[in-house]
């Protein structure tokens, strides 16, 4: 074993976040940690890179009983974390980041950028990743900045490399990669522990799991003994098949709430036309680069068209625009929600009330009191787990920030409600939440448009289902017609008649 957690318990002012817990992971082995949040997944991680230290039990890495007096240590000692908030410094180059605080020195003592860059480069190389050494970190994508993470774990001779939410915020091609990446760390002897509320990835990439729930352990399994069902079950106490709520039945869909045709923004979409009916939640589906995200925003209005029309609830929208589309009763709950979405240095109120200020004060002047209120019933209506209307969003778990935002827009949408990617980075008990609040809102008459990257969600949650390629439509499903195969096909038709048109 690498690394060997047994009965270790830690415990923070009126929480008991871990109540004797065994964990351990190989050499060679992927060994996914699951469970919903608040189950102890961050804790443990933290005992064992010696961020925390346990209250009780005993920690072994590597054949020996260790007590770490700091992440750095841990970290000498061969332990890296890739956390989903990469931790790297955007204005210092790729080299510079690699070898921060490790930077070689010449006979002179002074730092060594020639034979650092060098470096820098083979580690890349052996990735597989093609980056500028000599490029600022704030320059690169997301994919990038994460090869980077590697890159410098692996120069420190890491035995074990903890990967939280690594796929959080990449998709397709860039997934592969880290899959091959991990594939190849995992060949070279290095113990992997990888933690992700992408059920599809953990059965995928992991040789087991180790279950954790309200801080206690539930069990650890062999990926090979178990199905997704058994997973989830296992997660969550409920059967997978709970998870999504009926889709909408005949004579629940009513007329057209949202037609938008011909639409063209830039080279990312093509003259793509589409319909949402009230009461429908219609899914929107494509590989990452389809165009599903420009699409949702020049329909929103916070993306120009340069081609197309908008029609809401059988009214012409002449210029769309953030303002109008409110105004009219369409709300968009945007893929980013720290960046994009919530005001993360106000309270729950704040954030809750933003788009219907109106509501809440007159003038310069806002009643804090009926603000509270607002939030203290969509705190209520969709179990937000907050200690109130005055809690901070950024202390929320992820979960919980996307009901924030759901509580937000469901306020202010009268007839159509556009998703962005709205279970991303949230585990699958939040998950279950959400999807219920998704088809509660159709119910209640809105359109909704859910753009999704997780094809599972797509299939369970979706009445109907536009699929995107390469910025163009190519095609469109309803009722027994959506299945993950026939939305896969559709989703690379545009590639592969390229591909063909090339080949010919």
Known sequence: MIVEAKAISKSFPGVRSLDRVDFSVSAGEVRALVGENGAGKSTLIKIISGAYVPDEGELHFDGGNVKWSSPHEAQAAGIHVIYQELVLFPEM????NIFVNRQPRNSLRMIDYRAMKTRAKALLGDLGALID????????SVANRQMVEIARALDSDAKLIVFDEPTAVLGGHEVELLFAIIRGLKQRGVA?????????????IADSATVLKDGKLVGSVPIAAVDRNKLVAMMIGRNLADIYPPKAQEGEVGEVVVDAKDIVVGARVKGVSFEARKGEVLG?????????????????GSLPLDCGSIRLVGQAVPKP??????????????????????????????NVTAPVLETVGESIWLDRGAEKDIAQKQIRDYAIAATGPQASVANLS???????????????????????????GVDVGAKVEIYRIIRQLA????????????LPEIVGLCDRVVVLCEGRKTGELAGQEVTENAVLQLAVAGRDAMSAGRSA
């Open 93 to 96: 180059t790729v080299a510079q």
């Open 133 to 140: 050494v000599n490029e600022k970190i704030k320059r690169l």
């Open 192 to 204: 992997i522990v990888f933690i992700s509320h992408r059920l599809d990835e953990i059965f995928e």
């Open 284 to 300: 929107v589906a494509g590989m990452v680069g389809a165009g599903r995200t420009e699409l949702a925003h020049a329909v929103f």
């Open 321 to 350: 625009s953030p303002t109008r589309s409110i105004a009219a009763g369409l709300g968009f709950l945007t893929e980013d929600r720290k960046g994009e979405g919530l005001f993360m240095l106000l309270d729950l109120a704040a």
């Open 398 to 424: 992820g979960g919980n920030q996307q009901k924030v935002l759901l509580g937000r827009w469901v306020i202010s949408s009268r007839t159509a409600l556009i998703l962005d990617e709205p279970t991303r």
């Open 443 to 454: 119910r209640r008459g809105l359109a909704i448009i859910v753009i999704s990257s997780e």
